[in-house]
Protein backbone atom coordinates (compact mmCIF):
# COMPACT_ATOMS: atom_id res chain seq x y z
CA UNK A 1 0.00 0.00 0.00
CA UNK A 2 1.46 3.34 -0.76
CA UNK A 3 1.89 5.34 2.05
CA UNK A 4 -0.33 8.58 2.42
CA UNK A 5 0.94 11.60 4.04
CA UNK A 6 -1.68 14.18 4.87
CA UNK A 7 -0.82 17.98 3.75
CA UNK A 8 1.23 19.57 7.11
CA UNK A 9 1.83 23.41 7.38
CA UNK A 10 6.28 23.81 6.61
CA UNK A 11 6.27 20.31 5.54
CA UNK A 12 8.73 19.79 2.86
CA UNK A 13 6.40 17.01 1.24
CA UNK A 14 3.15 15.46 1.57
CA UNK A 15 -0.01 14.18 -0.48
CA UNK A 16 -0.94 17.37 -2.60
CA UNK A 17 -4.57 17.64 -2.35
CA UNK A 18 -4.90 18.74 -6.00
CA UNK A 19 -3.26 15.94 -7.56
CA UNK A 20 -2.83 13.15 -4.51
CA UNK A 21 0.95 12.37 -5.62
CA UNK A 22 3.10 12.66 -2.80
CA UNK A 23 5.16 15.48 -3.85
CA UNK A 24 7.64 18.20 -2.81
CA UNK A 25 6.29 21.67 -1.87
CA UNK A 26 7.42 25.22 -1.97
CA UNK A 27 6.75 27.51 1.07
CA UNK A 28 6.53 30.72 -0.31
CA UNK A 29 5.03 34.50 1.82
CA UNK A 30 1.97 35.76 0.50
CA UNK A 31 2.28 39.33 -0.54
CA UNK A 32 -0.21 41.86 -1.25
CA UNK A 33 0.04 46.07 -2.84
CA UNK A 34 -2.62 47.62 -0.73
CA UNK A 35 -3.14 50.90 -1.98
CA UNK A 36 0.36 52.11 -2.11
CA UNK A 37 3.75 51.14 -4.50
CA UNK A 38 5.13 48.70 -2.16
CA UNK A 39 4.28 44.97 -1.81
CA UNK A 40 3.48 44.22 1.56
CA UNK A 41 3.85 40.28 3.26
CA UNK A 42 0.49 38.98 4.96
CA UNK A 43 1.08 38.22 8.24
CA UNK A 44 0.24 34.80 8.75
CA UNK A 45 -0.80 33.84 5.66
CA UNK A 46 1.72 31.03 3.21
CA UNK A 47 1.61 29.32 0.36
CA UNK A 48 3.06 25.89 -0.25
CA UNK A 49 3.43 25.06 -4.02
CA UNK A 50 3.15 21.48 -5.55
CA UNK A 51 6.17 20.85 -7.39
CA UNK A 52 4.38 17.98 -9.52
CA UNK A 53 1.11 19.64 -10.46
CA UNK A 54 2.29 23.36 -9.76
CA UNK A 55 -1.00 23.87 -7.74
CA UNK A 56 -1.05 26.00 -4.54
CA UNK A 57 -2.57 25.36 -0.86
CA UNK A 58 -3.54 28.73 0.86
CA UNK A 59 -2.66 28.34 4.75
CA UNK A 60 -3.73 30.50 7.56
CA UNK A 61 -2.15 30.78 11.03
CA UNK A 62 -0.23 27.11 10.00
CA UNK A 63 -3.96 25.99 9.10
CA UNK A 64 -4.70 25.40 5.09
CA UNK A 65 -7.46 26.93 4.45
CA UNK A 66 -7.44 26.64 0.47
CA UNK A 67 -8.48 23.70 -0.68
CA UNK A 68 -11.14 22.47 1.61
CA UNK A 69 -9.41 18.99 2.51
CA UNK A 70 -9.88 16.92 5.33
CA UNK A 71 -6.69 15.22 4.90
CA UNK A 72 -8.04 11.97 4.26
CA UNK A 73 -6.09 9.74 1.77
CA UNK A 74 -8.43 8.86 -1.58
CA UNK A 75 -10.18 5.35 -1.44
CA UNK A 76 -8.59 2.54 -2.79
CA UNK A 77 -9.26 1.68 -6.56
CA UNK A 78 -10.18 -1.64 -6.01
CA UNK A 79 -13.12 -0.95 -4.10
CA UNK A 80 -16.53 -1.25 -5.39
CA UNK A 81 -17.90 1.97 -7.04
CA UNK A 82 -20.56 2.03 -4.28
CA UNK A 83 -18.17 2.09 -1.29
CA UNK A 84 -15.72 4.56 -3.08
CA UNK A 85 -19.37 6.71 -3.25
CA UNK A 86 -19.75 6.70 0.31
CA UNK A 87 -16.08 6.84 0.70
CA UNK A 88 -15.68 10.35 -0.73
CA UNK A 89 -18.80 11.47 0.64
CA UNK A 90 -17.70 10.91 4.16
CA UNK A 91 -14.25 12.47 2.97
CA UNK A 92 -15.65 15.61 1.76
CA UNK A 93 -17.39 16.24 5.65
CA UNK A 94 -14.69 14.92 7.43
CA UNK A 95 -13.85 18.26 8.99
CA UNK A 96 -17.24 19.69 9.25
CA UNK A 97 -19.45 16.61 11.28
CA UNK A 98 -16.92 13.29 11.84
CA UNK A 99 -19.74 11.43 13.33
CA UNK A 100 -21.59 11.72 9.80
CA UNK A 101 -18.17 10.61 8.34
CA UNK A 102 -18.21 7.66 10.50
CA UNK A 103 -21.97 6.70 10.36
CA UNK A 104 -20.90 6.47 6.67
CA UNK A 105 -18.19 4.73 6.72
CA UNK A 106 -19.75 2.03 8.78
CA UNK A 107 -22.15 1.59 5.81
CA UNK A 108 -18.83 1.42 3.77
CA UNK A 109 -17.85 -1.77 6.11
CA UNK A 110 -20.67 -3.52 6.07
CA UNK A 111 -20.49 -3.01 1.86
CA UNK A 112 -16.90 -4.17 2.02
CA UNK A 113 -17.04 -7.13 3.84
CA UNK A 114 -19.73 -8.02 1.09
CA UNK A 115 -17.53 -7.73 -1.45
CA UNK A 116 -15.29 -9.89 0.23
CA UNK A 117 -18.02 -12.41 0.10
CA UNK A 118 -20.27 -11.62 3.10
CA UNK A 119 -23.86 -11.14 3.92
CA UNK A 120 -22.84 -7.50 5.18
CA UNK A 121 -25.68 -7.26 7.54
CA UNK A 122 -23.84 -8.27 11.19
CA UNK A 123 -20.12 -7.22 11.30
CA UNK A 124 -19.66 -9.89 14.27
CA UNK A 125 -20.93 -12.77 12.25
CA UNK A 126 -19.34 -11.36 9.03
CA UNK A 127 -15.99 -11.55 11.15
CA UNK A 128 -16.32 -15.07 12.14
CA UNK A 129 -16.95 -16.25 8.80
CA UNK A 130 -14.40 -14.23 7.00
CA UNK A 131 -11.73 -16.32 9.88
CA UNK A 132 -13.30 -19.56 9.06
CA UNK A 133 -12.32 -18.84 5.58
CA UNK A 134 -8.75 -18.19 6.75
CA UNK A 135 -8.97 -14.31 6.44
CA UNK A 136 -5.67 -12.69 6.99
CA UNK A 137 -5.08 -11.91 10.90
CA UNK A 138 -4.27 -8.56 10.12
CA UNK A 139 -7.96 -7.77 8.40
CA UNK A 140 -9.68 -9.56 11.10
CA UNK A 141 -8.03 -7.11 13.59
CA UNK A 142 -8.65 -4.16 11.43
CA UNK A 143 -12.33 -5.08 11.62
CA UNK A 144 -12.58 -5.73 14.76
CA UNK A 145 -11.18 -1.93 15.68
CA UNK A 146 -14.10 -0.86 13.05
CA UNK A 147 -16.52 -2.47 15.44
CA UNK A 148 -15.37 -1.55 18.56
CA UNK A 149 -14.49 2.26 16.97
CA UNK A 150 -17.55 2.43 14.88
CA UNK A 151 -19.88 1.49 18.22
CA UNK A 152 -17.70 3.91 20.13
CA UNK A 153 -19.13 6.71 17.77
CA UNK A 154 -22.60 6.36 18.55
CA UNK A 155 -21.53 5.09 22.69
CA UNK A 156 -18.71 7.60 23.66
CA UNK A 157 -16.35 6.35 26.46
CA UNK A 158 -15.72 2.54 25.42
CA UNK A 159 -12.45 2.75 23.76
CA UNK A 160 -9.58 5.58 24.15
CA UNK A 161 -9.88 7.92 21.41
CA UNK A 162 -9.30 11.06 21.29
CA UNK A 163 -12.81 12.83 19.46
CA UNK A 164 -14.99 11.85 16.70
CA UNK A 165 -12.41 13.05 14.02
CA UNK A 166 -10.33 10.64 15.68
CA UNK A 167 -12.20 8.02 15.23
CA UNK A 168 -13.09 8.71 11.78
CA UNK A 169 -9.79 9.39 10.89
CA UNK A 170 -8.95 5.79 11.78
CA UNK A 171 -11.90 4.40 9.96
CA UNK A 172 -10.78 6.10 6.62
CA UNK A 173 -6.96 4.20 7.06
CA UNK A 174 -8.67 0.77 8.18
CA UNK A 175 -10.97 0.52 5.03
CA UNK A 176 -7.73 0.94 2.93
CA UNK A 177 -5.99 -1.00 4.96
CA UNK A 178 -8.55 -4.21 4.61
CA UNK A 179 -9.40 -3.38 0.66
CA UNK A 180 -5.51 -3.74 0.43
CA UNK A 181 -4.85 -7.01 2.39
CA UNK A 182 -8.61 -8.01 1.18
CA UNK A 183 -8.59 -7.42 -2.32
CA UNK A 184 -5.69 -5.33 -3.98
CA UNK A 185 -2.64 -7.81 -3.01
CA UNK A 186 -4.53 -11.19 -3.74
CA UNK A 187 -5.49 -9.67 -7.23
CA UNK A 188 -1.78 -8.73 -7.45
CA UNK A 189 -0.76 -12.07 -6.94
CA UNK A 190 -3.38 -13.50 -9.14
CA UNK A 191 -2.44 -11.68 -11.92
CA UNK A 192 1.29 -12.41 -11.54
CA UNK A 193 0.14 -16.41 -11.53
CA UNK A 194 -1.71 -15.28 -14.51
CA UNK A 195 1.11 -14.28 -16.29
CA UNK A 196 3.04 -17.53 -16.08
CA UNK A 197 3.66 -19.65 -19.11
CA UNK A 198 0.57 -21.38 -20.03
CA UNK A 199 2.68 -25.35 -19.52
CA UNK A 200 3.93 -24.34 -16.02
CA UNK A 201 0.47 -23.59 -15.36
CA UNK A 202 -1.02 -26.83 -16.84
CA UNK A 203 2.03 -28.67 -15.24
CA UNK A 204 0.85 -27.14 -11.53
CA UNK A 205 -2.89 -28.05 -11.95
CA UNK A 206 -1.52 -31.55 -12.91
CA UNK A 207 0.95 -31.51 -10.14
CA UNK A 208 -2.83 -30.33 -7.78
CA UNK A 209 -5.30 -32.72 -9.50
CA UNK A 210 -2.48 -35.59 -8.81
CA UNK A 211 -2.19 -34.74 -5.53
CA UNK A 212 -5.96 -34.66 -4.79
CA UNK A 213 -6.02 -38.10 -6.20
CA UNK A 214 -3.33 -39.16 -4.47
CA UNK A 215 -5.12 -38.24 -0.80
CA UNK A 216 -8.00 -39.42 -1.78
CA UNK A 217 -6.86 -42.95 -2.21
CA UNK A 218 -4.59 -43.20 0.33
ZN1 LIG B 1 -0.06 18.50 -6.82
Known amino acids: M ?11 AFNCPHCNVYAD ?27 HCHNYTLWHFEKMIYPEDSGVQPPNPDLRDDIKGDYLEAKSIANKSPRGAAALLRLCIQKLCEQ ?23 IQQALDI ?36 G ?19 EAIQERDEGGLTSSNTG
Open 25 to 51: QTWEEVCCKPGSPFYAVMENLEMAVCR
Open 116 to 138: LGEKGKKLNDDIANLVKKGLPVQ
Open 2 to 12: IPYKPPKFREE
Open 146 to 181: VRVVGNNAVHPGQIDIKDDRDAAMKLFELINLIADV
Open 183 to 201: ITQPKKVNELYESLPKSKL
